[in-house]
């Protein structure tokens, strides 16, 4: 009866996966972009960037990147004054200095009391905007839709983070483009995102944006999903532009890259409990539904993979016995438990990759060059995903500063 169950929740386990990888590699195939566009111009956008310990050559980039878009450009010190003003003025950007630290958020919030145009692309100090990205984005702003992100690329560096983290990207650009199949995605990247101001200007300055509490205490996570839950529930769509590929920069180390995943597990699992709580997840649909809350189980589908792999592997319910399995099924009375339990071979060992493969070839038709290095360091970078999700689930509380940057 043991052995019954095992495998049965194998099989549900793995028929998840399955499903899971099979339906967001087949349906991001149908993925079309659509053709209405609207009219827009630099002067209805404000470029706000909020800066904290920056690497001060990156800085410049993005401010020249920026400066280039012929947009009005807001730059927020969080408790940093030099080089970043010198960098931030010499480009033509407005420098606002903060003197207590504050946040990523507390810095938007205090950005956005300058705002006044139609439209607000929020980016990273790190973040490097194409030519013309800005009014590229705005031009998906059709009435229904709220906030507008692009298609992130991580900068090759050569470094192994760079290709791990633009694997990772390119897994999410397969979740997204399904998504996008039904006309909108649930979430959009923080790096990089475009919103109307008058939806998300009167939310950010009410206190609720920077005041978020978790377990009872401030945290200064959740920036990119607060705005995303505000602006749904304000009854407009988010959409991604993925002919608007941003650059964006890899963490310089491997330490960095993990404590950088940490802050984001933690930041998506305080979503997702947020998600649950308002009962969002139930509310958009079932695909979308689906999409949420699997992308949220997949890393505990496969702890528990994981850990049946081990109890099998130590009591011998795995390996060579699997034929003898297939000679007792046949001839031995007791066929009803038995087929169960090789039906959960077959699929442990089969099954689960195959959507897993199909996923993957997928992802990697999205990677443009040294695929093979890309795909290498992005098992490691998976991973570390992998780990720091777990972790992030357990320690979401611990959420009172920035971990990178």
């Not at 009391?113 to 980016?123: A, D, G, N, P, Y």
Request: aromatic residues 12%.
């Amino acid at each position: 009866m043991i052995l019954f169950t095992i495998y049965l929740i194998l099989a549900a386990l793995t028929l998840s996966s399955l499903l899971y990888f099979l339906v967001n590699a087949i349906i991001s195939w149908k993925y079309s972009k659509p053709t209405e566009k609207v009219d827009s111009s630099p002067e209805d956008i404000t470029i706000l960037v909020p800066v904290y310990n920056e690497d001060p050559e990156i800085f410049d980039e993005c401010m020249l990147a920026a400066k280039n878009q012929g947009c009005s450009v807001i730059v927020v010190g969080d408790s940093c004054d030099q080089p970043y003003r010198n960098i931030a003025e010499k480009h033509g950007a407005k420098f606002i200095f903060k003197e207590t630290r504050g946040g990523q958020k507390k810095a938007i919030e205090r950005g956005m009391q300058e705002v006044s145009t139609k439209f607000t692309l929020l980016i990273d100090s790190d973040t490097v905007l194409p030519d013309g990205a800005a009014v590229a984005m705005a031009s998906n702003f059709r009435p229904e839709v709220g906030g507008v992100g692009p298609n992130l690329v991580v900068k090759n560096t050569g470094q192994p983070q760079a290709y791990g983290a633009e694997f990772i990207e390119r897994s999410r650009e397969v979740v997204y483009r399904a998504m996008s199949v039904h006309n909108a995605v649930l979430h959009l990247d923080g790096a990089c995102i475009m919103y109307r101001t008058d939806v998300i200007k009167p939310f950010i300055l009410s206190g609720e944006f920077a005041n978020l509490k978790v377990a009872g205490k401030h945290t200064m996570l959740g920036e990119d999903w607060q705005l995303a839950m505000h602006t749904i529930q304000s009854g407009y769509k988010l959409v991604k532009d993925y002919d608007v590929r941003v650059i964006t920069h890899p963490q310089k180390t491997m330490k960095k890259f993990f404590l950088q995943n940490i802050r984001w597990s933690r930041s998506e699992w305080i979503r997702f409990g947020r998600e649950l709580k308002t009962g969002n997840v139930f509310k958009a649909g079932k695909f979308y539904s689906f999409e949420l809350i699997y992308s949220y189980m997949l890393p505990l589908i496969a702890l528990a993979l994981i850990l049946i792999r081990v109890y099998a592997f130590f009591s011998n319910l795995s390996g060579p016995e699997f034929l003898l399995d297939i000679i007792r099924g046949v001839f031995l009375l007791n066929k009803g438990e038995l087929s169960s339990i090789l039906y959960g071979k077959i699929s442990f060992g089969m099954g689960s990759d195959v959507g897993s493969l199909i996923f993957l070839g997928t992802v990697i038709s999205n990677i443009k060059k040294e695929r093979l290095r890309t795909l290498g360091y992005g098992a490691l970078a998976s991973g570390i995903l992998f780990v720091t999700m777990i972790y992030g689930l357990l320690t979401f509380w611990k959420t009172t500063k920035w971990l990178t940057r």
